[in-house]
């Protein structure tokens, strides 16, 4: 943050006038062998101004001058001159030129030009006046200047030189650039550049080993670079701060100092920086025990404006104030004399607090004895968006809830009606009334000529079409599920050796039966499970009842994609191997977008909803049952708020339901919903939250010691992997439609 605060020119102008205001004006103090008598202005063609500044004697050599550019200003100073001209302050008000200002020391008085606007400016002497011309461009300078010569050719312009730059560290942690001139009537021009303030000297040499760059980062103030270079043959200092500060400049005699000053900012500060909530220009005052009219007077001359004092206003203060807001001055005497002040267009009455409450109190009290005389008039008014019966209530001071019955047409509201609270909140004068007709929403307002206009201007503010606000939602249900299993079913037959009349079996069941059959044909059911079964019988043989061999290990995978049986004989051994292996694996993804969408007014709630309500029955009281019914439904309920940047604020409930697992007492719902308010950029999107589920499951069906067997314990058992993945998303796109599109 940059701020160019000037402080040499009002600074030293105002500490002079203090010096001198309890003494006398400044025109009765000689100050030298010259007097200034009288400052004319001449408007030349393309806006240009020639000032003349007419002296009792000639002077020696123009001036040495310099310009401010916040305020814009041109300052310079005249030697052993006095002010005979009678003005501390000199009202002109054409072009750019608004006033000067002039201030008187013991050896000299320093002339302030003060601008509306940047200028570029010359001085020329002619015989005892001092020419000042001022043109928005240098090159229009000189036709103003061949305006001059008809009367002297202008002083040569003497040579200047910059003897030295320094950087210093000030106490505060200011950056401090002291430029030591060859002699004071360098002119000096201060101005910010972007970024950067620079400092131009007019007709001035930079010797070359003062041509470079000061690296000043180390001294920890906000300057971090200070550039001396020649530019348009002049010399120029660039100053190259970092983070918020400020300036000021100032010029004593040869010596040029600008302060680059650090801004902390403080979040309880509307206005950052040293101005501390004041926005007037800079000064200095420094009064001992001064007629405190005086001093309001000094303010007066400083900021051209125009102050009314009071004639109660009396007393002396003494008062030291450097470097500050002329209204934070203002405010400071004010509050140490009891005082008070009113602004009134650009008049500034001061007068103690005491007599401004009378006159406020005198005044309310006229003005409402002038109401409960003043005849009342009726107006009708035709509203073209607001309901009639909600702006009678805003006009009687209630809520919407005031209406009630008022729905009929013609329902008259006089002055005494209505609750305490809503006398003390009504718009209407205590003596106005109000009637509406619904069917034309017209209302007729009888009261004061000045309530009726004050009603007429709260209806062009809110009988104005609602913006519209479009809501668009997306719930994205993305599920990912994936199914592994492996199983096996084993078993083992030994027939015996050939000639012998024993077979053994060990064996399981798929449906846990069996049937033996004998020999004789006799069929015997039992159930066993791994069992061992030894016949006598020759030729016997063990079945199942689904007439399939039984197996040992029975864990086969349900519903199996795929398998793999196996049956081996070994004749030397007579064992018969029966081994069956199946598998199964699965992998399903699935995403469901549901989309609903509504539109409604600027705050107003609005619902959509689309779903099934689901039947179950309830015991009543007499002991019989009814039928109820469960929503199970996706809904979108939201109230929008348009702000002033066209952003929206969202109040939101977004819920999915779904009809879930039958159960004893009725039917689960299955219930998805959110809860949130957000702010959203008009036609953005904003995800309100997700939910993502996972589940992993694993396991493992086996035969005891067998299904722990490596490698082999693979045909004893079945395992079982599961990974199931569900992922919940709610999108929300509000967009403000525009009421200026028509249709076709």
């Given at each position: 943050?940059?701020k160019?605060?000037?402080?040499f020119?009002?600074?030293?102008a105002l500490?002079?006038?203090?010096?001198t205001?309890h003494?006398a004006?400044?025109?009765?103090?000689?100050?030298g062998?010259?007097?200034?008598?009288a400052v004319?202005v001449?408007?030349?063609p393309?806006g240009?101004?020639?000032v003349q500044?007419?002296?009792?004697?000639p002077?020696s050599?123009?001036?040495?001058?310099?310009?401010?550019t916040?305020?814009?200003?041109?300052?310079?100073d005249?030697?052993?001159?006095?002010n005979?001209?009678?003005?501390?302050?000199v009202?002109?008000n054409q072009?750019?030129?608004?006033?000067?200002?002039v201030a008187q020391?013991?050896?000299r008085?320093?002339?302030?030009?003060?601008?509306?606007?940047?200028?570029?400016?010359?001085?020329q002497?002619?015989?005892?006046n001092?020419l000042?011309?001022?043109?928005?461009?240098s090159?229009?300078?000189?036709?103003?200047?061949?305006?001059?010569?008809?009367?002297a050719?202008?002083?040569?312009?003497?040579?200047?030189r910059?003897?030295?730059?320094?950087?210093v560290?000030g106490?505060?942690?200011?950056?401090?650039?002291?430029v030591?001139?060859?002699?004071s009537r360098v002119?000096?021009?201060v101005?910010n550049?972007g970024?950067?303030?620079?400092?131009?000297?007019?007709n001035?040499?930079?010797p070359?080993?003062?041509?470079?760059?000061?690296?000043v980062?180390?001294?920890?103030t906000?300057v971090?670079?200070v550039?001396a270079l020649?530019?348009n043959?002049?010399?120029?200092?660039?100053?190259e701060?970092?983070?918020d500060?400020e300036?000021?400049?100032?010029?004593a005699?040869?010596k040029l100092v600008?302060?680059?000053?650090?801004?902390?900012?403080?979040?309880?500060k509307?206005?950052?920086?040293?101005?501390?909530g004041?926005?007037g220009?800079?000064?200095?005052?420094n009064?001992?025990?001064?007629?405190?009219?005086?001093v309001?007077?000094v303010?007066?001359d400083?900021?051209?404006?125009n102050?009314?004092?009071?004639?109660?206003?009396s007393?002396?203060v003494t008062?030291g104030l450097?470097?500050?807001?002329w209204?934070?001055?203002?405010?400071?005497?004010?509050?140490s004399?009891g005082?008070d002040m009113?602004?009134?267009?650009?008049?500034?009455?001061?007068a103690?607090?005491?007599?401004?409450a009378?006159?406020?109190?005198?005044?309310?009290?006229?003005?409402?004895?002038?109401?409960t005389?003043?005849?009342?008039?009726?107006e009708?008014?035709s509203?073209?968006?607001?309901k009639?019966?909600d702006?009678?209530?805003?006009?009687l001071?209630?809520?919407?809830s005031?209406t009630g019955?008022?729905?009929s047409?013609g329902a008259a509201?006089?002055?005494?009606s209505?609750?305490?609270a809503g006398r003390m909140?009504?718009i209407?004068?205590?003596?106005?009334?109000?009637t509406?007709d619904?069917r034309t929403?017209?209302?007729?307002?009888q009261?004061?000529?000045k309530?009726l206009?004050?009603?007429?201007?709260?209806i062009n503010?809110?009988d104005v079409?609602v913006k519209?606000?479009m809501?668009?939602?997306?719930?994205?249900i993305a599920?990912n599920?994936?199914?592994?299993?492996?199983?096996?079913?084993f078993?083992?037959?030994?027939t015996?050796?050939?000639g012998?009349?024993?077979n053994?079996?060990v064996?399981g069941s798929?449906?846990?039966?069996?049937?033996e059959?004998?020999?004789?044909g006799?069929?015997?059911?039992g159930t066993h499970?791994?069992?061992?079964?030894?016949?006598s019988?020759?030729g016997?043989?063990?079945?199942s009842s689904?007439?399939?061999?039984?197996l040992m290990s029975?864990?086969p995978?349900?519903?199996a994609?795929?398998g793999?049986?196996?049956s081996?004989?070994?004749?030397?051994?007579?064992l018969?191997?029966n081994?069956?292996?199946?598998?199964?694996?699965?992998?399903?993804?699935?995403?469901?977008?549901?989309s609903?969408r509504?539109?409604?007014a600027n705050?107003?709630?609005?619902r959509?909803?689309?779903?099934v309500?689901i039947?179950y029955?309830?015991a009543t009281s007499?002991?019989?049952t009814?039928?109820s019914f469960k929503?199970?439904e996706?809904?979108?309920?939201?109230t929008p708020?348009?702000?002033?940047d066209?952003?929206?604020?969202m109040?939101?409930?977004?819920?999915?339901?779904?009809?879930?697992?039958?159960?004893p007492?009725?039917?689960?719902?299955n219930t998805q919903?959110?809860?949130?308010q957000?702010l959203?950029?008009?036609?953005e999107?904003?995800?309100?939250?997700?939910?993502?589920?996972?589940?992993?499951r694993?396991s493992?069906?086996k035969?005891?010691f067998?299904?722990?067997?490596?490698?082999?314990?693979y045909?004893?058992?079945?395992n079982?992997?599961?990974?199931?993945?569900?992922?919940?998303l709610i999108?929300i796109?509000?967009?403000?439609m525009?009421e200026?599109?028509?249709?076709?």
């Amino acid at each position: 943050m940059m701020k160019t605060l000037i402080s040499f020119a009002t600074q030293l102008a105002l500490f002079f006038v203090g010096m001198t205001t309890h003494a006398a004006l400044a025109a009765d103090m000689p100050a030298g062998n010259n007097q200034l008598q009288a400052v004319e202005v001449t408007t030349l063609p393309g806006g240009r101004l020639n000032v003349q500044l007419q002296l009792a004697q000639p002077l020696s050599a123009a001036p040495a001058s310099f310009t401010l550019t916040n305020p814009p200003r041109v300052v310079f100073d005249i030697p052993r001159t006095s002010n005979a001209t009678g003005k501390n302050v000199v009202t002109i008000n054409q072009g750019a030129l608004k006033s000067v200002q002039v201030a008187q020391a013991n050896d000299r008085s320093r002339i302030v030009l003060n601008l509306s606007k940047p200028v570029q400016h010359q001085l020329q002497l002619q015989q005892n006046n001092l020419l000042i011309a001022l043109a928005q461009d240098s090159s229009e300078l000189a036709p103003a200047a061949a305006a001059v010569r008809r009367y002297a050719e202008p002083a040569a312009v003497a040579n200047h030189r910059i003897q030295n730059i320094d950087f210093v560290r000030g106490k505060n942690g200011e950056g401090r650039i002291m430029v030591d001139l060859s002699d004071s009537r360098v002119g000096v021009n201060v101005r910010n550049a972007g970024k950067t303030v620079v400092i131009d000297f007019s007709n001035t040499e930079l010797p070359e080993s003062l041509q470079r760059r000061l690296n000043v980062i180390n001294f920890n103030t906000p300057v971090l670079y200070v550039d001396a270079l020649r530019h348009n043959n002049q010399a120029q200092i660039v100053i190259e701060p970092q983070g918020d500060w400020e300036q000021s400049a100032y010029q004593a005699d040869r010596k040029l100092v600008v302060d680059i000053r650090p801004v902390v900012r403080d979040p309880n500060k509307l206005i950052q920086g040293s101005k501390q909530g004041y926005a007037g220009e800079k000064l200095s005052l420094n009064f001992q025990r001064v007629d405190v009219r005086d001093v309001l007077k000094v303010i007066a001359d400083f900021t051209g404006k125009n102050i009314v004092v009071s004639d109660s206003v009396s007393g002396s203060v003494t008062i030291g104030l450097k470097d500050v807001p002329w209204d934070q001055a203002l405010d400071v005497i004010m509050q140490s004399k009891g005082l008070d002040m009113r602004v009134n267009g650009s008049v500034i009455s001061i007068a103690p607090a005491e007599e401004f409450a009378a006159k406020e109190k005198a005044q309310l009290t006229a003005d409402a004895e002038r109401e409960t005389l003043e005849t009342l008039r009726t107006e009708v008014f035709s509203l073209k968006y607001q309901k009639a019966a909600d702006f009678r209530n805003m006009l009687l001071g209630g809520g919407p809830s005031m209406t009630g019955g008022g729905a009929s047409a013609g329902a008259a509201v006089g002055g005494t009606s209505g609750s305490g609270a809503g006398r003390m909140n009504r718009i209407l004068s205590q003596r106005g009334s109000v009637t509406f007709d619904v069917r034309t929403n017209t209302i007729f307002v009888q009261d004061t000529p000045k309530k009726l206009d004050e009603i007429q201007a709260i209806i062009n503010k809110v009988d104005v079409p609602v913006k519209q606000v479009m809501i668009e939602s997306r719930m994205v249900i993305a599920s990912n599920t994936f199914s592994k299993a492996l199983g096996a079913r084993f078993g083992i037959t030994q027939t015996g050796t050939p000639g012998s009349n024993t077979n053994m079996t060990v064996s399981g069941s798929l449906g846990n039966r069996f049937t033996e059959v004998s020999a004789t044909g006799v069929a015997t059911q039992g159930t066993h499970n791994g069992s061992i079964q030894t016949a006598s019988n020759n030729g016997s043989t063990l079945t199942s009842s689904d007439g399939l061999p039984d197996l040992m290990s029975n864990l086969p995978v349900s519903n199996a994609y795929g398998g793999i049986a196996l049956s081996l004989l070994k004749l030397s051994a007579n064992l018969l191997l029966n081994l069956e292996l199946s598998a199964l694996e699965a992998d399903s993804r699935g995403k469901v977008i549901s989309s609903p969408r509504v539109t409604t007014a600027n705050q107003q709630k609005a619902r959509i909803a689309q779903g099934v309500e689901i039947p179950y029955q309830t015991a009543t009281s007499s002991g019989a049952t009814a039928v109820s019914f469960k929503k199970a439904e996706l809904s979108l309920e939201v109230t929008p708020q348009i702000t002033p940047d066209q952003k929206i604020i969202m109040d939101l409930d977004v819920r999915k339901d779904s009809r879930g697992e039958n159960l004893p007492g009725g039917v689960a719902i299955n219930t998805q919903n959110v809860q949130t308010q957000v702010l959203v950029g008009n036609g953005e999107t904003v995800v309100l939250g997700g939910i993502y589920e996972q589940v992993s499951r694993k396991s493992t069906d086996k035969v005891p010691f067998f299904g722990d067997l490596p490698v082999v314990g693979y045909a004893f058992k079945r395992n079982t992997k599961q990974e199931d993945k569900t992922e919940l998303l709610i999108f929300i796109t509000p967009k403000v439609m525009d009421e200026t599109l028509a249709l076709n």
